[in-house]
């Protein structure tokens, strides 16, 4: 059974009506992850400095040059994810502040998450138990090589760009599942989806993005 976040927190609900309300207007049309991100706390996922701007559509800096990233491209990156249906084994790549995590364990059976900051994981990791979102699991590791120990995963979504896809992560793909991953370098970046058809990989570019890079090894 996959969690349900109850509201919590000092934050109103009207702040994140408003949130959701940005999010349809802006195309988001999946009622379930509009309903995810509805009661998903945000203000918790950054800086108690920045709490009081957690439900605006922005990213926001979480330290280490990171972001939180912008709420419509979490919804956008979700829908993209569930697209062709709900993925029983998701991997993420690139934790963060955990918040994109949280959103996908509200949403699917099983999600595997990494991220090369141990502070970033440690802060995720208390978020999560707070939370009680106990369908996740993360570890340290370098993300462009993915996890491949728990492979083969149904869905994969990265949060940071690489200048071309790794291959271990195509790799780690299941026939028939989706990557969803923002590709490209300072010139420009593009959100694409990869969908495997066997030993063919289906591409489809979605639109422009601005995401910090990939850091790693793989190529």
């Known amino acids: ?30 009622e379930a992850v509009l ?29 280490f040059n990171q972001t939180i990233s912008q709420p419509y491209i979490v919804a956008r990156m979700t829908e993209a994810l569930l697209a062709e249906g709900i993925p029983a084994k998701v991997l ?16 699917v059976p099983r999600v595997y998450t990494v991220e090369r900051i141990d502070a970033l994981v440690r802060s995720a990791r208390q978020r999560f138990r707070t939370l009680e979102l106990r369908n996740i699991q993360l570890k340290q590791s370098d993300g462009s090589w993915g996890w491949p120990q728990q492979a083969p995963f149904d869905a994969i979504l990265v949060t940071a760009a690489p200048a071309e896809i790794p291959r271990p992560l195509l790799e780690q793909l299941a026939d028939g599942g989706r990557l969803v991953i923002p590709v490209g ?35």
Request: glycine share 12%; charged share 25%; proline share 5%.
């Open 92 to 107: 993420e790549v690139g934790t963060g502040s955990g918040y994109q995590a949280a959103v996908l364990a509200q949403l």
């Open 35 to 63: 309903e995810v991100m509805r009661r998903t706390p945000r203000h918790l996922f950054v800086d108690e400095a920045l709490s009081s701007r957690a439900y605006e559509d922005t990213a926001l800096p979480i330290g």
């Open 185 to 219: 370098g300072a010139s420009g970046q593009t959100l694409t989806v990869v969908t495997r058809r066997g030993d063919v990989y289906e591409r489809e570019d979605l639109e422009p993005v601005s995401f910090v890079p990939l850091v790693g090894g793989a190529g």
């Open 1 to 30: 059974m996959r969690p349900h976040i109850r509201g919590i927190g000092m934050t109103s609900q009207r702040t994140r009506d408003r949130l959701i309300d940005r999010l349809r207007e802006k195309g988001i049309r999946s």
